[in-house]
Nanobody, 126 residues
Framework: VQLQASGGGLVQAGGSLRLSCTASGSGFTSYPMGWFRQAPGKARSFVAAVSWRSDRTYYGDSVKGRFTVSRDDAQNSVFLQMDSLRPEDTAVYFC????????????????????WGQGTQVTVSS
């Protein structure tokens, strides 16, 4: 599976962006998907995740109520709608697919995800 993230850019504080991540190859519909971000000089951190059936979503504390994760299996895509953006949201955003046992999915742990996209830069100006 190859993941291609897009949709990043420069936006003013309070604005919105919608990130997309499109998968090529088979298996996407059975993979939980996650979004992570990494700011300069910081570790990669969990942003949001969606289960393979879209029946569960999870968010990092700093983005709850502002970001929304969703997926469209017909498009082999997962999305991250980001509203009320803040300068501290500035980072490179990565999408990831979890291809291990669904019974042990730790949605917030980056090391457990199998496939990663290349990242897309999000910059929020104050």
């Amino acid at each position: 599976v190859q993941l291609q993230a897009s949709g990043g850019g420069l936006v003013q504080a309070g604005g919105s962006l919608r990130l997309s991540c499109t998968a090529s190859g088979s298996g996407f519909t059975s993979y939980p998907m996650g979004w992570f971000r990494q700011a300069p000089g910081k570790a990669r951190s969990f942003v949001a995740a969606v289960s393979w059936r879209s029946d569960r979503t999870y968010y990092g504390d700093s983005v709850k109520g502002r970001f929304t994760v969703s997926r469209d299996d017909a498009q082999n895509s997962v999305f991250l709608q980001m509203d009320s953006l803040r300068p501290e949201d500035t980072a490179v955003y990565f999408c990831a697919a979890y291809a291990r046992s669904l019974f042990t999915w730790n949605y917030a742990k980056a090391a457990e995800y199998t496939y990663w996209g290349q990242g897309t830069q999000v910059t929020v100006s104050s």
